[in-house]
């Protein structure tokens, strides 16, 4: 049977087992705030770095700078605030309908500060990537680098992984290390693992979206 995609000329990604066959590479990018990361895969998309198109930004929060990025990159970009719907499920339930209906094969959480719910989570199994400032499992949650200066590692960085129930707690697609400066402020260190996401991020989209990988237990396993 020629699938839709197919009919299009694109290759179908197959993940080996344990997710659904996507139909194509659209991206559907959730933010909360200035959308750099949002900027490093629309870029990426554009220069031929990563073999998708981001078909629709949606931001929970109205003013987030990174809507405007969309729309100036001729992206759809919609505000769904938590507060307009009755509950947190029913708004996941919005946000996923919409990333069904415009045909999202794969959802990047880039700077969205909201716990994704059972809903979005079951609609999208295995397809939600986020980026997290720290290598984890170390670090989790908010202020990643705040947390690895007062630690006092010499060593943190950046993190993509699979998104799970469990706050930054999926299985880990790509991970780059950034070393921690005996003068670093927040600011300073923050910078420079914003440089490693903006590099790593497209990178791990490309990777999952290529297939041939499964989960093993809480590990990312490449196969192919
Ligand atoms: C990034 O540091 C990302 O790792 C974290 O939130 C920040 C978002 O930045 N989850 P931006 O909106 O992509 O510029």
Redesign the pocket.
């Known amino acids: 049977m020629t699938t839709p995609t197919e009919k299009r000329g694109r290759t179908p990604f197959r993940a080996k087992r344990g997710t659904a066959p996507f139909s194509g590479r659209r991206l559907g990018v959730l933010?909360?705030?200035?959308?750099?990361?949002?900027?490093?895969i629309i870029d990426a998309t554009r220069q031929g770095r990563l073999d998708a198109s981001v078909g629709i930004v949606i931001s929970n929060r109205p003013e987030?700078?990174?809507l405007a990025r969309a729309r100036d990159a001729k992206i759809e970009a919609r505000s769904m605030n938590p507060r307009e719907f009755a509950d947190r499920d029913a708004c996941d339930r919005a946000i996923a309908d919409l990333l069904r209906d415009r045909g999202v094969d794969l959802v990047c959480?880039?700077?969205?500060?909201r716990l994704v719910g059972a809903s979005l989570l079951d609609a999208f199994r295995h397809r939600i990537l986020?980026?997290?400032?720290s290598l984890l499992p170390a670090f989790p949650g908010l202020d990643?680098?705040r947390q690895a200066l007062e630690h006092g590692v010499s060593i943190t960085g950046?993190t993509v992984h699979l998104v799970t129930a469990e706050l930054d707690n999926g299985p880990i697609v790509v991970q780059a290390p950034v070393p921690v400066l005996a003068d670093d402020t927040v600011d300073t260190l923050?910078a420079r693992?914003?440089v490693e996401?903006h590099r790593i991020y497209p990178e791990a989209i490309q990777i999952v979206l290529a297939g041939g990988w499964t989960i093993a237990g809480r590990r990312f396993v490449r196969t192919a």
Request: overall charge neutral.
């Open positions: 933010i909360s705030g200035r959308g750099s990361n949002l900027q490093s987030a700078g990174g959480l880039a700077g969205y500060m986020n980026i997290h400032p990643a680098q950046a923050a693992i914003l996401e």
